[in-house]
T-cell receptor, first 116, second 113 residues
Framework: AQTVTQSQPEMSVQEAETVTLSCTYD???????LFWYKQPPSRQMILVIR??????QNATENRFSVNFQKAAKSFSLKISDSQLGDTAMYFC?????????????FGTGTSLTVIP | DSGVTQTPKHLITATGQRVTLRCSPR?????VYWYQQSLDQGLQFLIQ???????AKGNILERFSAQQFPDLHSELNLSSLELGDSALYFC????????????FGSGTRLTVV
């Protein structure tokens, strides 16, 4: 079975600073995808970034980037130039490849507060 | 707009009652997933349907049931409601085998009083 662990229940960062959210996972699979979802106060679940396990290059989406360490089974999210709108709950997620059923596993989330 | 439509957005009902939550998946997506998120909790997987058939089951109570119709919309039925069933219920969809993660609806907030 796959597990996803987010060890930081809450974090805060000053506006315009950089923050890193941690995520580790446990799997015996070799092919999989990793995701970070954002859930702002509106409670909508929004995909932030995804990473294919077979790619060594870390994914980047504007101010969001990941540090993917496959051997260490670590998948951290870095948010640069933090903005007030980044205040949200962030969920790390793992998806087995190929996804033939419910092969999607979420962590318990990290609540991020951006301080003006 | 994510393309996944959930109705209603808010629902307030009394204990012992039954409610139906509706989800229309994104166009072309055959899989529908239901999740429950209680206050300050993570996402609990309830059930998955693929093209009308139940594909996977999670921690879904016997009082809860779901189905997916030929037009691919899905309904989650919650009966004999208890205070503890108050939560945000999400529907998500994707194409089986597709690797872009799930697309979530905006959720239905259920309050049982």
């Amino acid at each position: 079975a796959q597990t996803v662990t987010q060890s930081q229940p809450e974090m805060s960062v000053q506006e315009a600073e950089t923050v890193t959210l941690s995520c580790t996972y446990d799997t015996s699979e070799n092919n999989y995808y990793l995701f970070w979802y954002k859930q702002p106060p509106s409670r909508q679940m929004i995909l932030v970034i995804r990473q294919e396990a077979y790619k060594q290059q870390n994914a980047t989406e504007n101010r969001f980037s990941v540090n993917f360490q496959k051997a260490a089974k670590s998948f951290s999210l870095k948010i640069s130039d933090s903005q007030l709108g980044d205040t949200a709950m962030y969920f790390c997620a793992f998806m087995k490849q190929p996804n033939t059923g419910n092969q999607f596993y979420f962590g318990t989330g990290t609540s991020l507060t951006v301080i003006p | 707009d994510s393309g996944v439509t959930q109705t209603p957005k808010h629902l307030i009902t009394a204990t012992g009652q039954r409610v139906t939550l509706r989800c229309s998946p994104r166009s072309g997506d055959l899989s529908v997933y239901w999740y429950q998120q209680s206050l300050d909790q993570g996402l609990q997987f309830l059930i998955q349907y693929y093209n009308g058939e139940e594909r996977a089951k999670g921690n879904i109570l016997e009082r809860f049931s779901a189905q997916q119709f030929p037009d691919l919309h899905s309904e989650l039925n919650l009966s004999s409601l208890e205070l503890g069933d108050s939560a945000l219920y999400f529907c998500a969809s994707n194409k089986m085998g597709q690797n872009y993660g799930y697309t979530f609806g905006s959720g239905t907030r259920l309050t049982v009083v």
